[in-house]
């Protein structure tokens, strides 16, 4: 079982940057594989972008590929979603997932684990 505790929300203006961490317990956090989602309001929590156990492959929403970077440290037990040229429409309650087993990163079914979420505010 993996807790997950995330940081860095805000509020930004749009063009702006803001780096989201995603602090993890226990000590096999190496083996799972990472995902980010957001939720807006009145709307379903949607996929954002994953990685997998070692780092070495990412995957990204189309709406954010090129903008978003998601990254993981190992030794700091620790994944990061580095948010770049950020517009109004990112705006949401951004939520770490976790989950040991194969599966995909897509969908929230594809994730045990989940943090409380953290705010992004962007105006325009």
């Known amino acids: 079982q993996v807790q997950l505790v995330e940081s860095g929300g805000g509020f930004v203006q749009a063009g702006g940057s803001l780096r989201l961490s995603c602090a993890a317990s226990?000590?096999?956090?190496?083996?799972?594989?990472m995902g980010w989602f957001r939720q807006a309001p009145g709307k379903e929590r949607a996929f954002v972008a994953g990685?997998?156990?070692?780092?070495?492959?990412?995957y990204y929403a189309d709406s954010v590929k090129g903008r978003f970077t998601i990254s993981r440290d190992n030794a700091k037990n620790t994944v990061y979603l580095q948010m770049n040229s950020l517009k109004p429409e990112d705006t949401a309650v951004y939520y770490c997932?976790?989950?040991?087993?194969?599966?995909?990163?897509?969908?929230?079914?594809?994730?045990?684990?989940w943090g409380q979420g953290t705010q992004v505010t962007v105006s325009s």
């Open positions: 990685i997998s156990w070692s780092g070495g492959r990412t």
């Open positions: 226990g000590s096999t956090f190496s083996s799972y594989r």
């Open positions: 997932a976790a989950d040991i087993r194969p599966g995909t990163y897509y969908s929230t079914r594809g994730y045990a684990y």
